[in-house]
């Protein structure tokens, strides 16, 4: 006798899909792909870090506290990707959950490089400003696909 499959419609967004991995290619753009590695450190940042470094005065210990704190962000924000492209895909509210939870410091990380480090330059700032517009994004749809989970799990 044929095993009986429960058939249920996905509940998973395409568009928070969508967004996902359009902010995943801007981000590997922002952190641009040095060889094959997984984890990347940006072309543009490494090149305004030594512009500043160089051409603008410093702080005594300015420059490393922002290479962490870029480094840092970096981290947050592909974790926070997988685990909203996972918990969309595998329809796991869980996974969406910790997307909420790593999105609140990788916003204010954004908002500190647009704001409030040390020098801001203008490419700096106009990518900041379209990172928190994708990450806008995200998280409306992601709102929206994580109700769509919970009601379905009840």
Do not use: H
């Not at 753009?29 to 997984?38: N, P």
């Amino acid at each position: 006798m044929p095993q009986q499959f429960n058939k249920r419609d996905p509940q998973n967004s395409v568009m928070l899909q969508k967004i996902l991995f359009f902010d995943y290619y801007f981000t590997v753009l922002f952190f641009s792909l040095i060889a094959k590695c997984k984890i990347e450190f940006t072309l543009i940042e490494i090149v305004v870090f030594l512009y500043k470094g160089y051409a603008l005065y410093y702080p005594q210990n300015n420059v490393g506290i922002e290479v962490f704190l870029m480094f840092l962000l970096i981290v947050m924000q592909f974790a926070r990707l997988y685990m909203g492209r996972l918990g969309n895909l595998t329809e796991q509210s869980s996974y969406l959950l910790w997307f909420f939870i790593l999105s609140l410091p990788c916003i204010l990380f954004f908002i500190y490089f647009i704001t409030l480090q040390t020098y801001i330059i203008i490419l700096e700032f106009i990518i900041g400003i379209m990172m928190l517009i994708f990450m806008f994004f995200e998280l409306i749809f992601a709102t929206f696909t994580y109700q769509r989970f919970y009601k379905m799990n009840l």
